[in-house]
């Protein structure tokens, strides 16, 4: 018989198991980054930076300030961490690039078994790209001299250089040796992996129930459909998986009351070694792509919260704003600010904030606090709130700053 979770319980369980709850450390480090990167097992990186880039979010909501060069030191050089196609493009140890190997596998059979597909029409172009990395070692895609390093329109039109080296990347083949500026630096996978790390060979089952144990740990607790997304894993496998999970006694089986789809109870599963809080004491700003809502369904049911993100929503349809961040106060999302970094002028804007049903009273002090740590990490000198959403105004005043009409909800 299933125990029964109570939902407040299940927000603090999850919450517990992404870091949460815990005292900010005096000082971050290499050792705090790397216990907090392991706990993770994944950060996701995204190329936006209005506000600061994805990656760097998730680690200030759980440790506070931290010198972004010395995440860059730890992630962006090999070493521990590699990139790969982990949850989306995410930051990963690189112990755990072996097991993807099942995945690199998959995306090359699905291409080469097109015969029309780029990657068979290009097997020459492919072969010159493996033979131009072995001999000048790890280059940017900019960085490769050919008539083909050529875009084909705005800046998401690659090139058939790009194109040939994330085939490659996707493959196994080709790993990220660090990024340049930005810009994913490519090396041959023999040249940058340890040994026991190329050469480690696990098979697709144990490798989908070694990341469905990971994403259970790192859930806390959740669905089928929830821990597999943490790995982007087949649910089919997925299914497979958590049934040997549950039979090593690895996860507990739960009912969570109001996780349903439609009128039917949800199966839900319980690391068996998650810890269960009484409460949490947080005060984050989440990056869209934070674990705690990165899957907008499980947000949903977890914290009653509904969440797009609007970047790629034309400017008067938007709702909430541009780049839009949940506010998390204890185990309450409550409430959502959009925010620009006007780095030129050394001004945080708040240039819309919203306040969320049953927030907490001092949701507006708070989170003027909140924001005075965020832009003295930053470098910003003063917050400037703009007179858009519900929370505008007590947030103009627990900062003690003018309300502004200079809005702009654009990037």
């Known amino acids: ?122 097997e020459p172009f492919l072969q010159w790209l493996r033979d131009e990395l072995t001999e000048k070692g790890p280059m940017v895609a900019s960085e490769v001299e050919h008539d083909a390093n050529r875009r084909t329109g705005p800046w998401w039109g690659w090139s058939d250089v790009k194109i040939g080296l994330e085939t490659l990347f996707r493959w196994g083949e080709i790993v990220s ?36 144990r990971r994403g259970a740990v790192a859930h806390g607790v959740g669905t089928l459909d929830d821990i597999a997304d943490y790995f982007r894993l087949p649910v089919a496998d997925a299914r497979v998986a958590i049934a040997e999970l549950q039979d090593a006694g690895e996860v507990l089986p739960v009912t969570v009351p109001g996780w349903t789809r439609g009128t039917q109870q949800r199966q839900a599963w319980l690391a068996s070694d998650a810890r269960k809080p009484r409460s949490v004491s947080v005060d984050a700003l989440l990056s869209p792509f934070d674990p705690i809502v990165w899957a907008r369904p499980r947000a949903e049911r977890l914290f009653n919260f509904r969440y797009r993100i609007e970047i790629y929503t034309p400017k008067e349809k938007r709702v909430h704003g541009y780049y839009v961040l949940p506010v998390l106060l204890d185990d309450t999302l409550a409430a959502r600010v959009d925010l620009k970094n006007d780095r030129k002028a050394g001004v945080l804007r708040v240039q819309a904030s919203w306040l969320e049903p049953g927030a907490p009273p001092d949701t507006a002090d708070r989170l003027a606090l909140l924001l005075r740590r965020a832009a003295a990490w930053q470098g910003c000198d003063e917050v400037v709130v703009v007179n858009r959403g519900t929370l505008a105004s007590p947030l103009a005043a627990a900062l003690r700053v003018p309300l502004s009409d200079d809005g702009d909800y654009s990037p």
């Not at 995204?46 to 506070?64: I, K, M, Q, T, W």
């Open 1 to 122: 018989m299933n125990d029964t979770l109570p939902p407040a319980l299940a927000r603090r369980v999850s919450l517990a198991a992404q870091g949460f709850g815990r005292p900010h450390p005096a000082s971050t480090g290499t050792r705090q980054l790397t216990s907090l990167l392991n706990r993770l097992e994944v950060l996701q990186i995204d190329s936006v930076n209005v506000f600061e880039r994805s990656h760097y979010l998730p680690v200030f909501a759980r440790l506070g300030a931290f010198d972004k060069a010395t995440l860059d030191a730890l992630t962006f050089r090999p070493g521990r961490y590699i990139e790969y196609w982990g949850h989306e493009a995410t930051l990963m140890p690189v112990e755990s690039w072996p097991l993807f190997r099942w995945r690199m596998d998959a995306f090359r059979a699905k291409t080469m078994s097109d015969p029309d597909s780029w990657a068979r029409t290009h």
């Open 177 to 212: 040796a660090g990024r340049s500026g930005f810009e994913r630096r490519y090396a041959m996978a023999s040249d940058i992996l340890p040994a026991h790390v190329l050469n480690s060979d696990i098979n697709r089952a144990d490798a989908v129930r070694e990341l469905m």
